[in-house]
């Protein structure tokens, strides 16, 4: 399969190494930045469908190239799948994954249901045809922040059947088993019957 030039809807750093780690030989992935675009794109969906979908739809009109955007967040079944679309920035502008955890933590004290789960959806455009993609990942939040690696809420998320958070895990291991994972071999999947 020849490589699809695509760009990724998203300034993240994190996440646009995460992405072309999972994504292989299959992309060469360009920046927002690659392409002359600076701007901070708006996310005014109240889901994770809408917002990925604004984010793509916001880099093709604009720039007529092939695009892969995605929205995600994680969802604590105790606080009614709170953080969810507002994960980044539930403690406010502008985003601090430190003040995220600690509301989060604090909101949880004393509850015993720990049942959460990330859970992304990915848009992507090619050949001005639009695909939407879902994965999730369950597990619990713990008590207290462990692990260095990976961003935002790993510190406090245990995936079910395991005991480390993700961010205690090697970047592989989390790259095989995460929301992001799931829907991008979905998406990978698709790729490989339009062959």
Known sequence: MEK???????NNAH?????????????LIITMKDIGCEDDIE???????ENSRIKADYIHNLYGVNVIADDSGLEVEALDNRPGVYSARYAG??????????????ELDGIENREARFRTVITLILDD????????????????????????YDPVFVPDGFEKTFAEMPAD??????????????LLEHLKTKK
């Not at 699809?4 to 998203?10: G, T, Y």
């Not at 996440?15 to 992309?27: A, S």
């Not at 939407?132 to 692990?147: D, N, P, Q, Y």
Request: aromatic residues 8%; negative net charge.
């Open 4 to 10: 699809i030039e695509i760009c990724l809807a998203s």
């Open 15 to 27: 996440k646009i190494v995460e992405l072309q780690k999972m994504l292989g030989d299959t992309f």
């Open 43 to 49: 996310e005014y969906g109240t889901t994770f469908e």
């Open 93 to 106: 502008e502008p985003t601090n994954h430190q003040a995220n955890i600690e509301k989060l933590l604090l």
């Open 129 to 152: 045809k639009h695909y939407a993609f879902e994965g999730h990942v369950s597990g619990k939040i713990t008590k207290e922040l462990r692990g260095d690696e990976g961003f935002g």
């Open 173 to 186: 291991l989390k790259n095989q088993m995460s929301h992001r994972a799931n829907a991008i071999n979905r």
